[in-house]
């Protein structure tokens, strides 16, 4: 009898894990059906996303640049720091697809707060083995690539050069160009007129457990109705 159909996620935090812990809730409430996260990765070593995944009976691993040994302490030779990534990047693929096929190897891996931007020697073995990997970016696809998005568009906002006053957030598919993949949900959010940068960064943060939850929702159920149409 086959196994029924199932989309494993894997999820890699740095934090607070605020967004790891919605997909937990929306897990345990039926709001992502036919999934399970087999496993939690995080890449600094007192993340509370690692209490959140114990509380959760979730299996975590602590995995680093620096103290894994891929980069040597206070290193700045461009060319050692790039090697140090691609060989971390390569290693963590190698973890990755070690895992057991049938039970823990991800569908989709959710990178939920994840402080590191991942090279072609991580994302393209995972791609070649089908495995999505999907990111939340604070701004609208095309707009405000990379760090301190909110920042920029606040700046452009008070200048008066944000495009119709809006911006928001998107969960993309992750590619090597930095947060460029196709977007898989976006959400539009208004600039207010005599806001600071710190409300308008909580009332985006307000929309991203949501956001990260549908997202997953979404590509999970596309994967258990492929598996289901090959059976």
Same mark, same amino acid.
């Given at each position: 009898?086959?196994?029924?159909?199932?989309? /494993? =996620?894997?999820?890699?935090?740095?934090?607070?894990?605020?967004?790891?812990?919605?997909?937990?809730?929306?897990?345990?409430?039926?709001?992502?059906? %036919?999934?399970? *996260?087999?496993?939690?990765?995080? %890449?600094?070593?007192?993340? @509370?996303?690692?209490?959140?995944?114990?509380?959760?009976?979730?299996?975590?691993?602590?995995?680093?640049?620096?103290? !894994?040994?891929?980069?040597?302490?206070?290193?700045?030779?461009?060319? #050692?720091?790039?090697?140090?990534?691609?060989? @971390?990047?390569?290693?963590?693929?190698?973890?990755?697809?070690?895992?057991?096929?049938?039970?823990?190897?991800? !569908?989709? *891996?959710?990178? &939920?707060?994840?402080? @590191? *931007?991942?090279?072609? !020697?991580?994302?393209?073995?995972?791609?070649? #083995? +089908?495995?999505?990997?999907?990111?939340?970016?604070? &701004?609208?696809?095309? #707009?405000?690539?990379?760090?301190?998005? *909110?920042? /920029?568009?606040?700046?452009?906002?008070?200048?008066?050069?944000?495009?119709? %006053?809006?911006?928001?957030?998107?969960?993309?598919?992750?590619?090597?160009?930095?947060?460029?993949?196709?977007?898989?949900?976006?959400?539009?959010?208004?600039?207010?007129? +005599?806001?600071?940068?710190?409300?308008?960064?909580?009332?985006?943060?307000?929309?991203? !457990?949501?956001?990260?939850?549908?997202?997953?929702?979404? =590509?999970? +159920?596309? =994967?258990?109705?492929?598996?289901?149409?090959? #059976?």
């Amino acid at each position: 009898m086959s196994s029924p159909a199932e989309c /494993r =996620i894997l999820v890699f935090a740095s934090g607070n894990g605020s967004n790891f812990q919605a997909l937990v809730d929306a897990l345990a409430a039926g709001n992502i059906p %036919n999934a399970r *996260i087999t496993r939690l990765i995080v %890449n600094r070593g007192k993340a @509370y996303a690692t209490t959140r995944a114990e509380k959760a009976g979730i299996p975590w691993e602590y995995y680093n640049l620096i103290s !894994h040994g891929f980069q040597a302490r206070g290193e700045t030779d461009p060319e #050692k720091l790039q090697e140090a990534r691609n060989k @971390y990047d390569a290693a963590l693929a190698e973890k990755v697809l070690a895992l057991d096929e049938k039970t823990e190897r991800p !569908h989709l *891996i959710v990178l &939920a707060g994840w402080m @590191y *931007i991942f090279g072609k !020697h991580f994302l393209a073995p995972i791609a070649e #083995k +089908g495995i999505k990997v999907i990111n939340l970016h604070p &701004a609208l696809p095309g #707009k405000y690539d990379g760090t301190h998005a *909110i920042d /920029r568009a606040y700046a452009d906002f008070q200048a008066g050069k944000l495009e119709n %006053n809006k911006t928001g957030i998107m969960v993309h598919y992750v590619i090597e160009a930095v947060d460029q993949g196709a977007p898989v949900l976006v959400r539009e959010i208004e600039c207010r007129e +005599g806001e600071s940068l710190e409300q308008l960064e909580e009332r985006i943060h307000s929309h991203e !457990h949501s956001l990260i939850v549908e997202a997953t929702a979404k =590509i999970a +159920g596309e =994967i258990v109705a492929s598996q289901q149409a090959q #059976k």
